[in-house]
């Protein structure tokens, strides 16, 4: 429960899409504790049933406007929380099609549905893949957007597309929330990231130390960093979450339009979160070090002064042997409960 949100928001109602997926189920979760109303509209393309904690699930696709709009006009929600989209930047690359029809076209059916129906508030998953290569060690909301793979693209236009409705529109109002690297998760094992093709590094590295892969491979050496190997902000799952109540309450107070950076200012490398999957595990799990992967920056670290500041967000879990542990123990429990 976070009580200062009870009293005010016990009864706003928020149509969350892709609540059954990762960073989704984790929002379900903390908004529902939280005393909200919650209606999770999903796919289950690589979301799961058992993962919305709270709330109704629609299984539906973005593609059927004809449900989204059934759905929107008898939830009658306040605001609308869209996370489902295609997140894997190397699969982006292979199949940018993909990525355009889900999270561009698909974004554009879902704002076109909502404004039909009335519904003018609008928190959008974004993500830090926007920016490129920035120019400065930390990167900012002001520093221009220059995706080097089709996944950042399609996010950064579904931004513009928000951006320009909102100066259209001056009623439609949206917050972007841009998210560094997402890692962990729930603290006591009930939900977590259960995508089985997952490519990121923490679940990498723990499903390397529980036997699922012989070896966890190093995607270049040779970056212009302190150990060679590329450089991310982790930023725990609980707290992004908590981050989109502060963004919906500044939303639906202020009324105006805002993009925020997600992340804890400041990162770990390759080689250092390895390390700190095998301290937290106490395996000693092989590594393999390999040539660079497509579409990766060598430094991504979110300068996060403008939403520390303009949503007062104070993050609990800047931690990264807690992030790893709360995975670890997620690994170790979710195939026995659910599959
Ligand atoms: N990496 C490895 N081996 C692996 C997996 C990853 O060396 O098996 C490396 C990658 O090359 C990269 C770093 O670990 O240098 C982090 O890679 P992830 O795949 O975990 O995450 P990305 O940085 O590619 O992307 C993530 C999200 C995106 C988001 C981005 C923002 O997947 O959605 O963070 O920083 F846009």
């Not at 690359?93 to 508030?121: D, F, H, I, W």
Request: net charge negative; charged share 25%; proline share 3%.
């Amino acid at each position: 429960m976070i009580p200062e949100f009870e009293a005010i928001s016990s009864k706003t109602k928020i149509l969350i899409t892709g609540g059954a997926g990762y960073i989704g189920s984790h929002v379900v979760k903390t908004f529902g504790e939280a005393g909200y109303e919650v209606l999770t509209y999903d796919n289950l393309s690589t979301g799961n049933k058992w993962s919305v904690l709270y709330g109704e699930l629609i299984v539906a696709d973005l593609s059927d406007k004809e449900r989204l709009k059934k759905t929107i006009v008898k939830f009658k929600p306040d605001a609308i929380m869209h996370f489902a989209a295609s997140i894997v930047v190397p699969e982006s690359v292979s199949s940018p099609l993909k990525y355009y029809q889900n999270n561009t076209v698909n974004t554009l059916n879902l704002l076109e549905t909502m404004m039909a129906c009335g519904t003018r508030n609008f928190i959008f998953s974004s993500t830090a893949a926007v920016y490129g290569i920035p120019d400065t060690m930390s990167v900012n909301e002001s520093a221009p957007m220059n995706p080097i793979n089709p996944y950042g693209s399609s996010k950064m236009m579904a931004e513009k597309v928000l951006r320009d409705m909102h100066l259209a529109d001056n009623d439609f109002n949206y917050v972007s929330l841009r998210y560094f690297n997402v890692a962990g998760a729930d603290g006591v094992g009930r939900i977590g990231e259960a995508y089985k093709e997952s490519t990121h590094l923490i679940t990498r590295a723990l499903k390397t130390a529980k036997g699922e892969f012989e070896k966890l491979q190093v995607f270049g050496t040779d970056y212009p960093t302190s150990d060679g190997t590329c450089i991310r902000d982790y930023i725990h799952v609980d707290d992004i979450a908590y981050a989109h109540i502060l963004a919906l309450e500044y939303l639906l107070d202020k009324g105006t339009s805002e993009v925020f950076n997600c992340g804890y200012g400041h990162g770990y490398s390759v080689r250092e979160v390895v390390a700190a999957a095998k301290k937290v595990t106490s395996i000693d799990f092989e590594v393999e070090e390999t040539g660079r992967r497509e579409g990766d920056p060598s430094i991504l670290i979110a300068d996060n002064t403008k939403i520390k500041q303009g949503l007062n967000w104070k993050p609990k879990y800047d931690d990264l042997e807690y992030i790893i542990k709360t995975a670890w123990k997620w690994e170790n429990s979710y195939r026995e409960k659910y599959s």
